[in-house]
């Protein structure tokens, strides 16, 4: 696919340098740049995890939503 592209001078510099080092032409070079971002994304992802600590009982009742402010405001908390 032939197109044009506007590249900041970053980029620029990025193509020259694997140019000059692997001897590519600027598609080549473009190519492997963007593969590399490509398979950046896909690799450096594990499988997400979250650690956890017990916090032990609960203090009020989870399941009752009137009786957890009456422990926690007070009788007559009248919302």
Request: glycine share 12%; aromatic share 2%; proline share 3%.
């Amino acid at each position: 696919m032939r197109t044009t592209v506007t590249l900041d001078d970053d980029v620029v510099r990025a193509v020259e340098e694997l140019r000059r080092e692997q001897g590519l032409g600027t598609s080549a070079a473009v190519n492997a740049l963007a593969r590399q971002g490509l398979a950046y994304h896909e690799d450096t992802r594990g499988p997400f995890s979250q650690r956890v600590s017990s916090m032990g009982r609960a203090r009020v009742p989870l399941d009752d939503i009137g009786a957890a402010l009456e422990v926690l405001e007070g009788e007559g908390h009248g919302g």
